[in-house]
């Protein structure tokens, strides 16, 4: 990806910003949004009505400012006079801040004499429903509301059908002269020979008075915020420098995408089409950064149990019990012309909520929060126990209660992800493979969670429950021709017999025998599925392969770290290092942040991955895979309930020989752990300050 085609997201609370690399507004995907609602839609920087010439752009290490520098075009000047290309820098820098956009141009001139700089900004406010942005059509709008115009600001207006007013007002703290319809304002900025000249720019519903005190004053709260989002949980320092500011990245983009929800902390799905609460995403971002950061699956849990569905409503796909798939803010989910304001289409997403509890209790040993969130649990189970009931299989089991809502309620969700060996869609009710898996674990994780609160009786249910579910998982969907285990069953109970890296979701749960488990893991690490960047989602030769599709041949990082994780389950093999270090790769194509997909073709030496031109960056999971492969890699487990902290089978990533995780928590304990490189062997040693309560149990020392 070119610099000059590449997009640049920001992010605080509800609202998020995408611009281009000079820093402006333009395209159909960019903007400044706030609760689900586009509201700058479009802002352009022009010198003299040319656009400035990029010289180079990027974000902070923190992510929490945008900055370009820039330089003008060859220009005649008011006076007739010309100016070269080159002769002004200016430099751009740009952060969001509570519901507002905050932006300094300063402006340098290094030409030979002084110049009156002829600046505009085309300006648009369209006051778009997220979906109507992604290309959903309406068949009415609200009204734009006439436009304001003043000596240092424009303002733009629209009444909802909602009956909702949504304003902005664009701010300057340089006079301007702006058009009657406020869509473009000219400022002249007198630049002596070597001056330096500054404008602060803010965006938001009211108007301000933007100066220098105020944009250093709310830069320094939005980095101290983001500091304390992203000191949340253990450290982690290796010795590769760059493997070091990868995961630092990684990490604060994992943090640029968490608001605080009331409820905790809570990972948004990704920028720009998913910045809200995904309960998928949640969970599976919070699992895989449960190791270093309990606390954002506490988040997690305590949002979710707090929206978890109590009744019965077909257009919402909501059912009691049942854990939240997404929720939106917009005109067009407040008037119902979409099913998403708080949707419940997920199959996977109750079953993953209790396997979020469960392992959050063993890693935190949590038990008042614990018995805070049993009922809410108990709930879920007896969600995923009625739906299994209801299908003649006992499997899980999906079909939309409304046509508008998902056809497909897995993580593959598009229209055309479960499919037959001859290409034709499968009719519900549909059992993902991979959604047995989760509710095993579920049932699993509850039994022995029921156990330990003294609960015998429900814990041999559960146990009993998840046995037989194991065995007609393994019956029904096991292909003895193709020694792997089949997509999905369809509403007839017909396999849909195609190579996914679903199966690889299920050795990650544990269901299959060592036997087949590893018969699949074998396949997963075969050319067909390995693209040397990841894993494809299905394996070329099936069917509906497509590198370039969304959900059918493309490659998703969480998906990798998934299967990979699964694949360390049955083979005990270097499986996680390897895909870390491919992904690792991967992510200087793409600016250091993973984005949520990448397209499926094998990779050419000397060349990148092939972006998909769509996908979401950053995105939660993308980059909570790399902590989910990290942790896989060091066969690092915590069990805080039995004091323990286990490693099985370590290794460290190609190139880093040390390895040091700092402040660990475990039972209130910090603890150091360090990994070392000896020749073909790596050696763990834990660090206890304080503390004698924690073991430290290695096993099977790798190569």
């Not at 059908?161 to 002249?188: C, K, M, N, W, Y």
């Not at 929206?307 to 067009?332: C, S, Y």
Request: aromatic letters at 8%.
């Amino acid at each position: 990806m070119s610099q000059g085609s590449a997009r640049f997201a920001l992010k605080h609370g509800r609202g998020f910003l995408v611009s281009c690399s000079r820093g402006d507004i333009r395209g159909p995907a960019e903007g400044f949004f706030c609760s689900d609602t586009r509201l700058l839609s479009r802002f352009v920087l022009r010198i003299g009505d040319r656009a400035p010439v990029l010289l180079g752009s990027a974000l902070s290490g923190d992510v929490v400012y945008f900055e370009a520098n820039l330089t003008n075009a060859a220009i005649r000047l008011a006076d007739g006079s010309g100016l070269a290309q080159g002769s002004i820098h200016v430099n751009r820098i740009r952060f969001l801040w509570q519901d507002r956009m905050y932006e300094r141009i300063a402006l340098t001139n290094y030409g030979q004499t002084a110049v009156e700089l002829p600046l505009s900004f085309r300006v648009g406010a369209d006051f778009r429903d997220i979906f109507e942005v992604r290309g959903m059509d309406r068949a009415a709008r609200g009204r734009m509301l006439p436009p304001e115009r003043g000596p240092h600001h424009v303002g733009f207006g629209y009444r909802g059908l909602d009956g909702e007013s949504r304003t902005l007002r664009v701010s300057v703290s340089e006079p301007i002269d702006a058009s009657p319809s406020g869509d473009e304002f000219r400022l002249r900025i007198a630049l002596p020979r070597g001056v330096r000249r500054m404008i602060y720019i803010e965006a938001g519903a009211d108007r301000s008075v933007p100066d220098r005190v105020r944009h250093r004053t709310m830069r320094a709260a939005a980095h101290r915020a983001m500091k304390a989002r992203r000191q949340r949980g253990a450290s982690i320092q290796t010795s590769g420098p760059l493997f070091n500011d990868w995961l630092a990245r990684t990490r604060a983009d994992i943090a640029l995408l968490s608001s605080d929800l009331g409820t905790g902390p809570y990972p948004f799905a990704g920028i720009p089409w998913f910045s809200t609460p995904f309960g998928r995403d949640g969970i599976l971002t919070a699992l895989s950064m449960l190791w270093l950061d309990p606390g954002l699956a506490r988040g997690v849990l305590r949002f979710l149990a707090a929206t978890q569905a109590t009744a019965t409503d077909a257009f919402a796909d909501a059912e009691p019990g049942k854990i939240l798939h997404e929720i939106r803010h917009g005109e067009m989910a407040s008037l119902r012309e979409v099913p998403f304001g708080r949707y419940y289409g997920g199959a996977d997403t109750t079953p993953l909520f209790v396997h979020l509890a469960v392992e959050y209790a063993r890693r935190t040993d949590d038990t008042r929060f614990l018995n805070r969130l049993w009922p809410a649990l108990r709930r879920a189970v007896a969600w995923i126990e009625a739906n299994r009931a209801a299908d003649p299989d006992g499997l899980v089991a999906y079909a939309r209660a409304s046509r508008s809502g998902l056809r497909n309620h897995g993580w593959k969700d598009s229209t055309d992800s479960v499919f037959h060996a001859d290409g034709t869609l499968a009719e519900g009710p549909i059992r993902l493979v991979e959604v047995q898996g989760y509710a095993f674990l579920a049932l699993t994780g509850m039994a022995d969670t029921a156990r330990r609160r003294g609960e015998a009786g429900y814990a041999a249910e559960l146990e009993a429950s998840a046995e037989r579910l194991r065995r007609t998982v393994e019956e029904r969907f096991w292909m003895a021709d193709r020694q792997f285990y089949a997509l999905a069953l369809d509403g007839a109970s017909r396999p849909c017999a195609v190579r996914t890296t679903n199966a690889g979701h299920l050795l990650w749960s544990g269901l299959p025998s060592p036997a087949r488990g590893r018969a699949v893991a074998q396949a997963l690490l075969r050319p067909d599925f390995l693209s040397g960047w990841g894993l494809r989602t299905v394996a070329i030769g099936e069917v509906r392969y497509n590198p370039m599709a969304y959900h059918n041949g493309s490659v998703w990082p969480h998906d990798t770290a998934i299967c990979a994780a699964g694949i360390v389950r049955y083979t005990h093999s270097e499986t996680a290092g390897r895909a870390l270090a491919r992904l690792f790769e991967a992510s200087f194509h793409f600016g250091k942040s993973l984005p949520e997909l990448f397209c499926g073709f094998a990779r050419v030496p000397g060349e990148g991955p092939v972006a998909y031109p769509v996908a979401c960056v950053p995105q939660a999971w993308a980059a909570a895979s790399v902590f989910l492969l990290l942790q896989t890699t060091l066969g690092l487990q915590i069990d805080a309930r039995d004091g323990e902290v286990r490693v099985v089978q370590p290794y460290l990533p190609a190139g880093i020989d040390q390895l040091s995780l700092r402040n660990l928590d475990v039972a209130g304990s910090p603890l150091q752990v360090d990994f070392v490189r000896i020749g073909e062997h790596v050696a763990c040693t834990i660090d206890r300050p304080g503390s004698s309560s924690v073991r430290m149990l290695v096993h099977r020392m790798g190569t």
